[in-house]
């Protein structure tokens, strides 16, 4: 496939959760245009079994295929967890996910527990990416010494795709019962291995509050943008148009649900306005 230099990056998740790492990927790289599919009909997929979120990801991605990017991002850490080792030979351009730089960013920074015996971090995800083990997995590949200890929190998504704020009394309860037995383990790091979690950061690190004992959060979005922009480097296919305003370079957003809520929440999460999504008919996804 001929690869244009100035063809965008495809972005995927279920939802809004990928426009953390869309965010860090504008920082980085202010040149690239960006294509964004949320999913937001189907979603939550943390829920789902491997071959539904397998089949689910392969329809999107093929979809953003079609908008001829020249790199695709998996910024989804369930999809990348159960589906994109699969998928990876099935397309033409280099696909980057977000596992493998989560797990990067948390081994760089996990320390030995305060009474020694190994360094300890915990896990917070989607059930899918919790049962699949792939963090363990990619962490102990890294550095066999770091244990993690993870914990599945299914009802943080659905609070944040449906706008709740950090300071919401309900967020604070859901977050003091997910993380209360964290308290206890010493860990020195909490990976947010979910993209929606960053919005919630916040309110996660005043959770875990003076119990926590310094826990530092691992957000995976920067170091994705890293491997995005080395990956970009590599291929000799860094857009060179100026990135500066008034010609900051386009970032569209496909949905498959309507999009007035994701309008409304993308730009408070970006911190810059995303326009009206394009929404995507489920016709449209049956390539
Ligand atoms: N944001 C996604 C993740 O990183 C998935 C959330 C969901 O659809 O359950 O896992």
Redesign the pocket.
């Known amino acids: 496939m001929q690869m244009s230099v100035g063809a965008p990056l495809g972005v995927f998740?279920?939802?809004l959760?990928?426009l953390t790492v869309v965010k860090a990927l504008r920082v980085s790289l202010p040149q690239e245009s960006i294509a964004y599919f949320g999913d937001t009909a189907r979603?939550?997929?943390?829920?789902k079994s491997p071959a539904t979120v397998y089949q689910f990801t392969r329809q999107c991605l093929r979809f953003l295929m079609s908008l001829r990017p020249k790199l695709l991002v998996v910024a989804?850490?369930?999809?990348s967890a159960l589906a994109l080792a699969e998928l990876r030979g099935e397309f033409e351009v280099p696909i980057v996910g977000?596992l493998e730089p989560g797990a990067k960013a948390a081994v760089e920074v996990t320390r030995e527990k305060k009474g020694g015996g190994g360094k300890r971090g915990g896990l917070i995800?989607?059930e899918a990416?919790i049962a699949s083990n792939a963090y363990p997995a990619a962490i102990r590949r890294l550095d066999p010494q770091v244990q993690v200890i993870g914990r599945a929190c299914p009802l943080l998504?659905p609070m944040i795709e449906e706008g709740r704020e950090p300071t919401d009394v309900i967020v604070g309860l859901v977050l003091r019962e997910y993380l209360t037995p964290f308290l206890e383990l010493d860990i020195s790091t909490l990976i947010l291995?979910?993209?929606?979690y960053p919005l919630f950061a916040d309110a996660i690190a005043q959770t875990l509050g003076a119990g926590g004992g310094g826990v530092k959060l691992i957000d995976s979005a920067k170091q994705t943008a890293l491997v995005v922009r080395e990956q970009l480097d590599t291929m000799n296919a860094r857009s060179t148009s100026s990135g500066a305003p008034p010609t900051r370079p386009p970032l569209t957003c496909y949905v498959t649900d309507q999009g007035q809520r994701f309008e409304r929440l993308a730009s408070r999460f970006l911190g810059e306005s995303v326009g009206q999504p394009v929404w995507v008919t489920p016709e449209m996804l049956e390539l």
């Open positions: 998740d279920s939802g959760g990928g979603l939550p997929y943390g829920t989804c850490n369930t999809a977000v995800a989607t990416t998504v291995g979910c993209t929606h």
